[in-house]
C-alpha cells in the first residue's frame, strides 16, 4: 500500500542553523502539508500546498518557514534558522485531491533544537 | 472558526471490551469532514475513519465506528473488542471543505488492560 515517507527520522541541530525535513508524499496525490506536533501538544497545521504553490498557511508558517517541491517526488519544509521552540515532530501529509479530505500522514521527522 | 473539543485526557479499558472516545467539533461551514487518527508511542499518525458531513449512514471500518450525532456536534469513535493493541494516543480532527488545513484535538490516551 503506498504510504508517505519522511527522512530523517530524527534530525538533531544547532539553534540557528537551518534545516530541511524531506518528504515523499503518495504518488498520485496532489496536495502536501505540513504539520508540527510539540511534545505532548495537539498536531498544528502549518501550510498546504498545491500545484507548486502555498495554498493555504498559518499564523505559525512564518518568514523562517519555506516548502518546497524540487522536483516530482519530493515536498521539502525548511526552517532557516532554528530556534528552540521550532523543537518538535513534523509530520508531512498528502490528499489525493482538494476534495478528497482524507490525509494521509507520514511517520514524522523528529526536530530537537540545543 | 474551527474548534475541536476531546474532554478525555485518558481512558482505560478491558482488552475485548468496547470504548467510546468523545469529540465535540464546532463550525459554521455546512461541508466538512471528520476524522480519527491513532498515534501509538513510535509516534506516527495512523488514519483510522472518516465521516462526512452529508454522509447519512455512521461510517465503519472493521472494529472502529464513528458515532456522528450532527445536531449534537459530536463525532465520538468507539472501539469494539479492544486489543492491547489499541494502546495509543487517539485524535479528533476536522476539515472544513473551503480549508486545506486539518484541525486537531488535544488527543485522549487509551490504554487497554490485558
Known amino acids: 500500500e503506498p504510504e508517505v515517507t519522511q527522512t530523517p527520522s530524527h534530525q538533531v541541530t544547532q539553534m540557528g542553523q537551518e534545516v530541511i525535513l524531506r518528504c515523499v508524499p503518495i504518488?498520485?496525490?496532489?496536495?502536501f502539508y505540513w504539520y508540527r506536533q510539540i511534545l505532548g501538544q495537539k498536531v498544528e497545521f502549518l501550510v498546504s500546498?498545491?500545484?507548486?504553490?502555498?495554498?493555504?498557511k498559518s499564523e505559525i508558517f512564518d518568514d523562517q518557514f519555506s516548502v518546497e517541491r524540487p522536483d516530482g517526488s519530493n515536498f521539502t519544509l525548511k526552517i532557516r534558522s532554528t530556534k528552540l521552540e521550532d523543537s518538535a515532530m513534523y509530520f508531512c501529509?498528502?490528499?489525493?485531491?482538494?476534495?478528497?479530505?482524507?490525509?494521509?500522514f507520514g511517520p514524522g521527522t523528529r526536530l530537537t533544537v540545543l | 472558526a474551527q474548534k475541536i473539543t476531546q474532554t478525555q485526557p485518558g481512558m482505560f479499558v478491558q482488552e475485548k471490551e468496547a470504548v467510546t472516545l468523545d469529540c465535540t467539533y464546532d463550525?459554521?461551514?455546512?461541508?466538512?469532514?471528520l476524522f480519527w487518527y491513532k498515534q501509538p508511542s513510535s509516534g506516527e499518525m495512523i488514519f483510522l475513519i472518516y465521516?462526512?458531513?452529508?454522509?447519512?449512514q455512521n461510517a465503519t471500518e472493521g472494529r472502529y465506528s464513528l458515532n456522528f450525532q450532527k445536531a449534537r456536534k459530536s463525532a465520538n469513535l468507539v472501539i469494539s473488542a479492544s486489543q492491547l493493541g489499541d494502546s495509543a494516543m487517539y485524535f479528533c480532527?476536522?476539515?472544513?471543505?473551503?480549508?486545506?488545513?486539518?484541525?486537531f484535538g488535544a488527543g485522549t490516551r487509551l490504554t487497554v488492560k490485558p
Open positions: 501529509a498528502s490528499s489525493l485531491s482538494g476534495s478528497s479530505y482524507t490525509q494521509y
Open positions: 504518488s498520485n496525490h496532489l496536495y
Open positions: 500546498f498545491y500545484n507548486n504553490e502555498i495554498s493555504e
Open positions: 463550525t459554521s461551514d455546512p461541508s466538512y469532514g
Open positions: 465521516q462526512g458531513s452529508y454522509d447519512q
Open positions: 480532527a476536522m476539515r472544513e471543505y473551503n480549508n486545506n488545513d486539518m484541525r
